[in-house]
Each structure stands twice: as C-alpha cells, then as structure tokens.
C-alpha cells in the first residue's frame, strides 16, 4: 500500500521518489532542526520524549529509530535510556545523517531505507518513526520489516501528522502547514530548498492514506494490538507489538 500518490509536480514516475526525497532532506538539513523547532513553538522534544516514555521505552531496551533524521527521536530516546549506546539509527540521506552523527556519539548509523534494513532481525524492544511515515515506499512491506526486526514481544511507535477529518480543522490545518509555515520558514532561512521541504511536508499529508489503512497496514504484516491514538486533532501516534 503507497502512502500516496504520485505527485507528478515533484517527480514524474513512483520510482523517481526517493531520489526526490533523498535531495530534499539532503539539501534541507542544516534548516531541519531550527525550522521544526520553532515551527511546533518548541514542543518536539518534550513530545519525542514523553510519548516515547509512555510507550513502553525503558532503559536497557535496544533501541531503533529509522528515518532519524537529525536525530530529534533519538536524542529524545537516550534522555529515556540514559545514554545512547543502545541506539541503532536508521536514514538514507547523507545530509540528515550528518547532524544527527554529531548529536549521539554512541549510537550505531545505518544508512539505508526503511524498505529493507542491512539490521539483525529479533534484535531490538522498541522501533520508533517520527514524522517519516509518508516517505515510505509501500506501508506493509515496510511494516513486515519492522516486524522482521522487532524481538517477539517488542513495541513499534509511530509519530505522525495527521490532516484533521472535518472541514473546518482541514482548512486550518492546510493554512498552517501549506501556506503560513512555508512562508515564514522562507523568510527566516531565505532557502528555497527549506521551503519545498516543508511544502513537500504539507503536500504528503495533505495527500496521505488515512489512519484506518495505517492500523490495517500494521495488522497485515503482523502486528498484534494496532491501534491510532489521536492527539489534539491533528497528531496521531500509531502503536503495536510484535507477538
Ligand atoms: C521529516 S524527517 C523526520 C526526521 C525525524 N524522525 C524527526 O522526528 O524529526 C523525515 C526523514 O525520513 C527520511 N526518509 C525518507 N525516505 C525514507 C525511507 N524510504 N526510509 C527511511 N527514511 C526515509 C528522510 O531522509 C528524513 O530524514
């Protein structure tokens, strides 16, 4: 199941999309954590780490967080774990991976897709995505990976941004994220690349599969007890573990 449709605008064909994506994050890193920051007032850490916590995260777990980033899950993580030796990161785009190697001196970087990890399969207790959910190539196939990785009895947790279901929070929502926040991340950074990162954003999830399909995804490749916890109209965290 793709996340969403081609977005011929961006790219032509299904395939060209990760090497659109992998360009996008590439050339949008070093605004990544300053745009994000202020962009969701500086709630993101105390939100990584708290839902995190709330999840099952405890110290001692092996830790993998794919899609990293700069690293904002991780380092939300290790502030969990204590430290970050038992952090293994996944992330295809050098740029990305660059910020968050110097963030977490200990943990382990893998780079690579989600679709299919060069990872040890039954090694880890707790799998997270933050905010990379739409980058996917296909939902199930992606989720089977997880699955393939997680020890029996291990947590998967998904963060994502969810466009509100009514009309008026849709048209509140597409102002901010399509239109307001575009704008001011072009004025305080003056990157064109900072700003097609976070219309490219708005634009994938404006067009995502909605939240049933995720849960159906979780469940098609194994996972018991999946379930979309709904935050504040407009976040979702997506849960489930491994039999
Ligand atoms: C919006 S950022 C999220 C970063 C971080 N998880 C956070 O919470 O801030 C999305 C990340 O997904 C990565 N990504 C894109 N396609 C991917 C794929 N197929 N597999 C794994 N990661 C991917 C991008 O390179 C980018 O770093």
Redesign the pocket.
């Known amino acids: 199941m793709i996340p969403h449709p081609v977005l011929s605008h961006r790219y032509a064909r299904s395939e060209e999309r990760?090497g659109y994506?992998?360009e996008l994050?590439d050339q949008g890193a070093k605004h990544y954590d300053p745009v994000?920051g202020w962009g969701f007032l500086g709630t993101g850490a105390h939100y990584?780490r708290t839902a995190q916590s709330r999840h099952g995260l405890k110290p001692g777990m092996q830790h993998l967080d794919?899609?990293?980033?700069?690293g904002?899950?991780a380092v939300a993580a290790s502030q969990v774990l204590g430290g970050d030796s038992t952090i293994t990161c996944?992330?295809?785009?050098d740029g990305?991976l660059a910020v968050a190697r110097e963030k977490l001196p200990n943990a382990r970087f893998v780079q690579s897709?989600?679709?299919s990890m060069p990872v040890e399969g039954e090694a880890y207790d707790f799998l997270t995505?933050?905010?990379?959910l739409r980058?996917?190539?296909d939902l199930e196939a992606t989720f089977r990976e997880f699955h393939r990785v997680l020890k029996p009895g291990g947590r998967v947790l998904i963060m994502e941004a969810t466009r509100p279901a009514g009309r008026i929070g849709s048209a509140l929502f597409r102002l901010y994220f399509g239109v307001i926040y575009p704008f001011f991340v072009r004025l305080f950074t003056r990157s064109r690349k900072a700003e097609e990162m976070m219309v490219y954003?708005w634009e994938t999830m404006d067009t995502c599969v909605r939240p049933e399909a995720v849960v159906s995804a979780l469940k098609a490749a194994g996972f018991r007890d999946a379930e979309r916890i709904p935050l504040m109209g407009i976040f979702s965290e997506y849960a489930a573990v491994k039999a």
């Open positions: 990760q994506v992998k994050f994000v990584r794919v899609a990293c980033g700069t904002l899950v996944v992330e295809p785009s990305m897709r989600a679709e995505v933050g905010y990379a980058h996917f190539a954003f």
